[in-house]
């Protein structure tokens, strides 16, 4: 119905299944953003450098608000010993102590051993910082007490001296 108050009223023949696409578009718009669990897969015999990586990955997505699920993978007889799988994990969740909480403690479950970190609640939402830092860094380009912007300076090299005889000999 277009114009239902209309004498006659006012109706337009639409696509039906584009009707009901935009209403669902509409809907998910109006949904707040969720929270994305990320996951970080690491095994029991992971170097120093390589878990000092995924710290500082596991940090970003944390600093953005995300869940982290950190998951310790045990292959053929690493199974044993899932001692050591679990002492990776404390050490994972001891170098991200000022970012998140264990939401889940490290626990076995078949040949994986899942923790759960949750970003604490003064931590997240760095990047608007960021942009904003950006954006107040192109004012100082402009102000020469007058407000206009300037052209780049560019130096000029002087000519190089056989230059400058063709240029004498043709002239």
């Not at 897969?41 to 982290?68: M, Q, T, W």
């Not at 939402?125 to 300076?153: C, L, S």
């Not at 130096?155 to 005889?165: F, G, I, L, S, T």
Request: one cysteine or more; proline letters at 7%.
């Amino acid at each position: 119905m277009v114009s239902p108050t209309a004498q006659p009223p006012v109706c337009r023949i639409i696509d039906y299944g584009k009707h009901k696409y935009l209403e669902g578009k509409l809907g998910k718009d109006k949904k707040g953003k969720q929270q994305e669990v990320k996951g970080i897969k690491i095994s029991p015999r992971i170097a120093e450098h390589d878990l000092a990586f995924l710290v500082r990955n596991a940090s970003k997505f944390l600093e953005e608000g995300h869940k982290v699920k950190v998951t310790c993978m045990f292959k053929a007889r690493e199974i044993t010993h899932p001692e050591l799988g679990k002492k990776k994990l404390e050490i994972f969740a001891e170098h991200l102590v000022d970012l998140a909480t264990v939401e889940r403690t490290p626990t076995l479950d078949g040949r994986m051993m899942i923790m759960v970190l949750v970003p604490k609640p003064n931590t997240g939402k760095k990047k608007d910082a960021k942009n904003q830092n950006m954006q107040d860094g192109g004012k100082a380009v402009q102000d020469h007490r007058n407000g206009k912007d300037h052209a780049p300076e560019v130096a000029q090299q002087p000519p190089v001296p056989a230059q400058e005889r063709v240029a004498e000999a043709e002239a």
